[in-house]
């Protein structure tokens, strides 16, 4: 079974009504858990077409077509060509404005409107939606027929919106003379990852740094990773959604945000002694990877998923993660389920709904947002390559701040988020027992 075709968790008619459903409905279901299966299929199904039809774009270019077909943007015009809108559900239900069918006892003044298959609507008037809404609907409806119909359902809604990709398999064409055995330890990696490449130059490909470019190497790992990348969000998301189903709206988005991200990815390379096998030739890189290796040996893996870690890791080790996955994608004739298991080993241990901790930086959102605690505008500065950041909430007449520096401006929000929130949470435990 292809890891897109999920069991149905019921039927497609009440899928598409949760899809409809926004948070203000105030249900006990709305569209979050399918926004969020949809979006990583999409993203899937677009990076999967452009990588197969542009074979020779570098992976800035790919990124920047795949954003203009998934963007909020072309997903809200998409929607409203095809008149969605109208059937987007984003208030609670008013029983004093409820028209019983068939009940001619009050005069209404009803619109007709035409849907694109020549039949008519009626409405009693137009309210405003946001255009983040219209695409999140477009989302949603494509993880309803996902998860009831399998690939092929969603790809030919994806088609009915006027997203043309397929899934037909095109050889991957390059000139790649050189022998992979003297380069990578083909070996380790088919041992590792429980995979026998037909194709080993995609192995050294998967491997190859940007600095390390020689003249029999056509390119770097950029443009595995691309595809690696939204493999790998998809199989994943996928996993969580069948494996916890009948899960909090809402609770699927946390799990991927906590699951998919370049630490996580980063962290299992570390590892797996990944590191030892880039190809590059950049001495910047081989500091940062030495000094990554010296914090990581100080950390305890047991309870953290990326976001515990109090050092910026070189984004080359996530992105190896990503472009292994792409080259056993290409390798295997795009089959995600032996993507799935040749990398999940190495994510290991997964998240679960027990184990999940938010971001600090969205937790400390939503507790303000909760508690109505004043958020003051972040202070950043930046010196010789360091970032400094500062947080400063006004709660109950109290001001909290912090300040962090870190190579980078969101490992230093992290941080500084993590460091307000301790303070925030013993004042709140302390006026509890006062």
């Given amino acids: 079974m292809k890891v897109g075709t999920l069991l149905s968790f019921g039927s497609l008619r009440y ?13 006990i279901f709305h569209l979050e858990s399918l926004e969020t299966l949809g979006d990583s299929f999409l993203k899937y199904a677009a ?11 570098h992976e800035g270019l790919l990124s920047v077509r795949k954003d203009k077909i998934i963007s909020n943007a ?14 987007i559900r984003n208030e609670p239900f008013d029983p004093k404005t409820w028209i019983i069918p068939g009940d001619q006892s009050r005069d209404y003044a009803l619109e007709e409107e035409f849907l694109p298959t020549s039949r008519k609507i009626y409405n009693r008037g137009s309210t405003k939606i946001k255009s983040k809404t219209v695409a999140d609907v477009v989302e949603a409806l494509i ?26 398999n095109v050889l991957y064409e390059r000139q790649f003379p050189v022998q992979p055995e003297k380069l990578v330890n083909i070996k380790f990696f088919e041992s590792l990852l429980n995979y026998s490449f037909r194709d080993a130059s995609l192995l050294v490909e998967a491997l190859t740094h940007g600095s390390y470019m020689l003249p029999e190497i056509p390119g770097c790992y950029q443009r595995l990773e691309f595809l690696g990348d939204a493999v790998l969000d ?45 190809l590059h030739a950049s001495q910047d890189l081989h500091k940062h990877i030495v ?35 792409g080259a056993i994608l290409v390798d295997s004739g795009y089959n995600e389920c032996i993507v799935f298991q040749s990398i999940r080993p190495l994510l290991e241990p997964l998240i679960t709904p027990e184990t999940v901790r938010l971001h600090p930086v969205r937790e400390l959102h939503e507790l303000c947002q909760k508690e109505h605690y004043n958020m003051k505008k972040d202070v950043v500065s930046s010196d010789k390559g360091v970032a400094s ?27 500084a988020s993590k460091a307000i929130l301790k303070s925030l949470k013993e004042q709140i435990i302390f006026d509890a027992h006062a």
């Fill in 15 to 27: 899928k598409v009504l949760e899809a409809i459903t926004t948070k203000k409905c105030q249900e």
């Fill in 47 to 57: 990076s999967q077409q452009l990588f197969k039809t542009y074979q020779n774009h």
């Fill in 74 to 87: 072309a997903l809200c015009k998409l929607g409203c060509d095809r008149k969605l809108p109208g059937f």
């Fill in 143 to 168: 993880g309803a027929f996902l998860s009831t119909g399998g690939q092929a359902a969603a790809l030919a809604f994806i088609d009915w919106l006027g997203i043309k990709v397929d899934f037909v």
């Fill in 234 to 278: 998809y199989v994943i998301t996928t996993h969580l959604y069948r494996k916890y189903p009948g899960m909090s709206p809402g609770l699927l988005t946390d799990l991927r945000s906590a699951s998919v991200n370049n630490d996580c990815y980063a962290r299992s390379a570390m590892k797996a002694g990944l590191h030892k096998h880039i």
């Fill in 291 to 325: 000094t990554t290796v010296e914090n990581f040996e100080q950390l305890s893996m047991a309870t953290t998923f990326g976001w515990e870690s109090e050092t910026t890791f070189p984004k080359v080790l996530g992105d190896i993660i990503e472009s292994l996955a």
């Fill in 389 to 415: 950041l500062t947080i400063e909430i006004e709660a109950n007449g109290v001001s909290y701040k912090h300040t962090c520096t870190a190579s980078d401006k969101k490992t230093a929000k992290k941080l």
